[in-house]
């Protein structure tokens, strides 16, 4: 075939060309793209030798210089306009543009509507729920990266700064924990430099203008940064929440932990009707959904310590650091079963198939993770309740970034990086964060600070975790510290008696009117829903979290899509 179209001499003279009309225009030039940029396989047909994506080429010519603006006529919106090769309406196909920019590095400033006229439609399209990762959210709870679930809003990520200058946006990265494991230091002197990291850390929080206060679960976490703080303020507050269910609740652990420690407790005790009461003001404090079912009685604690103090200490990041979660043991497992043959693993996988464990062992690391599939085992699982076929990859993916930075870690050393990125700040500080704030509480992790930080980036991984034990240096340093009975205590992993409520008569009629309510009828299959809730109910399966990140999701959506409006606080 003989070329009409020198695809890259158009590309030169182009960027060449507009580049002197930047410059001719006082570095501003306004360039109206009509057609297609992505995509333009007519063009390509009629012209041989145009690229289907030939101006998009020459726009990443110039990207150093380039906003892209979109625009959209509020009548395709009101009418609904269908893009005939897509299939999807024209709203819908601006939030596809604005990934596709962003994917390929062209910033997007913003998005024009023209022909403005007041109606619904277009004000819903101002403020719209980011449908394409509601997959993504049911199955981890929240999203690891710099989306949210309203369309066109994102997120600075942890440990970043943002930028705007000569409008454009650009983020930079200010701190990036690195785990640099030093050798030849017994357990003992690891204990003793993270006791002294902690005790300096405690101390530096509990500098204020007012009263500083603690959270005292019973646990080593909480009862450490108790007795540090003790050490200098004897008599300070504390305060413990849980419920009249006692196998469920901290309140024994906590008062003996008080005893133990010489400091006075205020309780906390959460009814089944104060912890689904308040939900719906806890989704909207939240700003985002977030269905962890630990934020309800935190939130009462909060309260709690608002009415004595201002300011208080949490053992927020203990276990992300030192090796605390169940799933860092399992990783260590997980890495000696690597050492199996492939096919050994996978005939054993397909021999239980029931078996998670033995599925996961065949799998590539990022994929294996278990937080990616949080809240549901498997992406076809969760599709299973879905209104519409999810195209969405499966959650896992979105995980992969991060354990391609650390592909030279252990695995239960990835896990724990990846957390810090991830689960800590998305999961565990937000909801820490935004109960605190509901009742204008500030509250402080002294676990966090950079100098126990350094220290726990420092510890070999069998001083962190190992098959059988979590924790092992932070207890070792809660054994020179705390009475015996203290820096044994097992962890608990804030149980909720959730599970046992929602088979009550009362609670289990409140969930089933919101997963028949038209916001359940409008995302999920209610019928699924409503034979999930059935089986819980009739102890056939525990679907506590399942049917809790649907319910707070329905809730979070009625407010702030339907209403509109905060709910009575």
């Excluded at 004000?123 to 997959?135: D, S, T």
């Excluded at 097992?490 to 916001?519: C, H, I, M, N, S």
């Amino acid at each position: 075939m003989k070329i009409g179209f020198d695809n890259d001499k158009y590309l030169a003279m182009q960027s060449e060309h507009i580049r002197e009309r930047i410059q001719k225009f006082d570095n501003k030039l306004y360039l109206e793209f009509g057609g297609k940029l992505f995509d333009d396989y007519h063009a390509s047909r009629v012209l041989p030798g145009f690229q289907p994506d030939s101006k998009l080429q020459m726009l990443l010519q110039l990207k150093d210089q380039a906003e892209i603006v979109i625009v959209i006529s509020a009548e395709d919106i009101v009418s609904s306009k269908i893009r005939g090769d897509y299939g999807i309406t024209y709203d819908l196909d601006v939030l596809r543009l604005i990934d596709a920019f962003q994917g390929v590095g062209l910033y997007v400033g913003s998005v024009c509507v023209t022909k403005y006229a007041a109606a619904p439609e277009v004000e819903a399209f101002e403020k719209r729920l980011n449908e394409a990762r509601l997959p993504d959210w049911l199955s981890m709870e929240y999203l690891p990266d710099r989306e949210t679930l309203f369309a066109g809003v994102y997120e600075l990520p942890p440990a970043h700064t943002l930028c705007w200058q000569n409008g454009r946006v650009s983020l930079q990265r200010y701190a990036a924990p690195r785990f640099r494991v030093q050798r030849g230091r017994s357990l003992r002197s690891w204990a003793q430099a993270i006791g002294d990291a902690l005790a300096d850390s405690a101390a530096a929080h509990r500098i204020a203008d007012v009263e500083v206060g603690c959270f005292l679960s019973g646990g080593v976490d909480s009862s450490l940064v108790v007795r540090e703080t003790a050490r200098n303020q004897p008599a300070v507050q504390c305060f413990s929440v849980g419920y009249r269910e006692e196998k469920y609740s901290e309140l024994p652990a906590a008062r003996a932990a008080a005893a133990a420690l010489g400091v006075p407790l205020t309780e906390t005790t959460v009814t089944a009707e104060a912890f689904f009461d308040a939900n719906r003001a806890i989704q909207w404090y939240l700003d985002e959904p977030m269905p962890n079912p630990a934020e309800v009685p935190l939130y009462f604690l909060c309260k709690t310590a608002r009415q004595r103090v201002k300011v208080v200490l949490s053992g927020e990041g203990a276990d992300e650091l030192f090796g605390g979660y169940p799933l860092y043991r399992q990783a260590v497992w997980a890495e000696g079963w690597q050492r199996m043959p492939r096919p050994v693993r996978r005939a054993l996988a397909a021999l239980l198939p029931g078996c998670g464990l033995l599925r996961r062992g065949v799998q590539p690391r990022w994929q294996r993770c278990a937080r990616a599939n949080y809240v549901f085992e498997t992406p076809q699982e969760r599709d299973l309740y879905l209104k519409r076929p999810c195209a969405a990859s499966d959650p896992a993916r979105r995980c992969k970034p991060y354990f391609d930075k650390v592909r030279g870690l252990d695995e239960p050393t990835a896990l724990q990086w990846v957390d810090l990125q991830t689960w800590l700040p998305r999961d565990i500080l937000r909801k820490a964060d935004r109960m605190s704030m509901a009742h204008s509480l500030e509250l402080r992790v002294p676990f966090l600070d950079r100098r126990v930080l350094a220290v726990a980036l420092g510890l070999p991984r069998r001083y962190r975790c190992t098959a059988r034990r979590g924790k092992i240096a932070l207890r070792a340093a809660a054994a020179r510290r705390l009475p015996r009975a203290l820096a044994t205590n097992p962890k608990r992993g804030f149980p909720v008696p959730l599970a046992d409520w929602l088979r009550q008569d009362e609670y289990y009629a409140r969930v089933k009117a919101k997963f028949t309510g038209p916001v359940a009828e409008r995302f999920f299959d209610t019928g699924a829903l409503c034979a999930l809730l059935d089986d819980h109910r009739a102890g056939k399966t525990n679907a506590m979290t399942k049917i809790w990140a649907f319910y707070c999701f329905i809730e979070w959506y009625e407010m702030y899509f339907v209403e509109q409006k905060p709910p009575i606080l």
